[in-house]
Nanobody, 123 residues
Framework: VQLVESGGGLVQPGGSLRLSCAASGFTFSSSAMSWARQAPGKGLEWVSGIYSDGSTYYADSMKGRFTISRDNAKNTVYLQMNSLKPEDTAVYYC??????????????????WGQGTQVTVSS
């Protein structure tokens, strides 16, 4: 299993970024996928998840600002982030699990993680 994130960078407050996670080595279309993040000096925080049927879930602080989506033809999951705030600064990771019916919000359910991509929101 390989998960490779991209799309991070430096953005001003109020700006937008789209993160991508290219997946390989497993049946992507059948798998739940999530994004999580780790801010400096803090623990890992679940951000958003998407099941194989396209149903999506978000942490409360991301609702209305972030959108998760997937392209099964490209084996890629995306995270569109709008109205970014300095507190969104973190390393963002994508993750998946062998079991397809996990509770996406539970970080302990995940078996595989990408290397992360840095997002910095600053003026």
């Amino acid at each position: 299993v390989q998960l490779v994130e991209s799309g991070g960078g430096l953005v001003q407050p109020g700006g937008s970024l789209r993160l991508s996670c290219a997946a390989s080595g497993f049946t992507f279309s059948s798998s739940a996928m999530s994004w999580a993040r780790q801010a400096p000096g803090k623990g890992l925080e679940w951000v958003s998840g998407i099941y194989s049927d396209g149903s999506t879930y978000y942490a409360d602080s991301m609702k209305g600002r972030f959108t998760i989506s997937r392209d099964n033809a490209k084996n890629t999951v995306y995270l569109q982030m709008n109205s970014l705030k300095p507190e969104d600064t973190a390393v963002y990771y994508c993750a998946t699990a062998d079991v397809h019916t996990i509770v996406v919000q539970d970080l302990q359910e995940y078996d595989y993680w990408g290397q992360g991509t840095q997002v910095t929101v600053s003026s």
